[in-house]
């Protein structure tokens, strides 16, 4: 799929407008382009060729593009760049001790270069909603990215980081698993850089055309108290036409999230809201996907 992608990164990457409105959920995903950042393995599981621009605010304002492919071979490849402008008050523990109650502040500029690379593997026949098509059962992946970030508090700092993924397609061609993916894909392995290593695991079904459903379970060591947390969120398809979305997670807080889009001929016009109750905040995400 050629997709613009949204990451943000070490600056606190965030998802597309599909994924936003379900929370986030969405590891195992094939035919979305977060799967460039959140699964490379799952994103060669998708085939086709799409263009795709989104635009997030609240808590600052992000934007993305990017590209990828996994139409042309059993290889599949995509690049993006993505753009945050925010302003955190950090934590206290990288606050100046001559910062006044109140009057902390830290402006952040995230510019974030991702690859994304995946090989296909195991390809069988099967009916999909657009015809019988070519689908592939195990998917591996790799995704680079670069990391140029600034702040009032930390200055410039640059990063580079590598993540592993591996998905599958265990259900048989024709039957209702057959669109059941499983993935995971370990983040950050390259040591002493900005973040620990952490990682995710996802399971997409798509029983029916018009439904699909996603769970993820996302191990990271900065959350506090647990290390775990969990997201999960369901999208329906109507008339062909209208998408509404919902989900909820629990990372480091709590979020429930909704969705609404149009689509027609390859174009899709979304919109999704997430809320988190503890810092009563509302993030509003715009995508527009093209085909390519």
């Known amino acids: 799929m050629l997709l613009l992608l949204l990451s943000i990164a070490a600056a606190e990457e ?15 995903v094939p035919g ?7 699964a490379p393995g799952a994103m060669v599981l998708g085939v086709g060729k799409a263009t795709q621009v989104d635009a997030a605010f609240g808590q600052g304002i992000r934007l993305a593009t990017g590209m990828v492919d996994t139409q042309t071979n059993a290889f599949g490849a995509g690049f993006s760049y993505s753009r945050e ?3 955190r008050i950090p934590p206290l523990d990288q606050q100046p001790g001559w910062f006044l ?7 952040i500029r995230g510019n974030a270069y991702r690859v994304g690379l995946g090989y296909g593997f195991l390809q069988t026949p099967a009916s999909t909603p657009t015809g019988v098509q070519q689908i592939r059962r195990i998917g591996i992946g790799a995704g680079l990215v670069y990391e140029h970030n600034t702040s009032e508090l930390q200055g410039s700092v640059d990063s580079v980081e590598v993540d592993a993924s591996l998905a599958v397609r265990p259900g048989p061609p024709g039957s209702l698993a057959q669109d059941l993916i499983i993935a995971a894909t370990v983040h950050d392995l390259v040591p002493n850089q900005q973040r620990p290593t952490n990682g995710e695991a996802g399971v997409w079904w798509r029983p029916i055309p018009q ?8 191990w990271d060591p900065r959350f506090s108290g647990s290390n775990f947390g969990g997201r999960a969120g369901l999208e329906l398809l109507m008339a062909q036409s209208i998408s509404l979305s919902l989900g909820a997670s629990r990372l480091e807080q709590d979020m429930l999230a909704g ?13 999704a809201v997430q809320w988190t109750p503890a810092s009563a905040s509302l993030v509003h995400t715009v995508g527009l996907v093209g085909p390519l």
């Open 14 to 28: 965030f998802d597309t407008t599909a994924r936003a409105g379900m929370a986030g959920a969405g590891t195992a």
């Open 32 to 38: 979305d382009l977060s799967s460039v950042r959140r």
């Open 85 to 87: 402008w925010a302003d």
């Open 101 to 107: 109650k109140g009057e902390s502040s830290n402006a």
């Open 211 to 218: 439904l699909q459903a996603a769970g993820d379970l996302v």
């Open 259 to 271: 969705g609404i889009g149009v689509q027609a001929e390859g174009v899709a016009l979304r919109y």
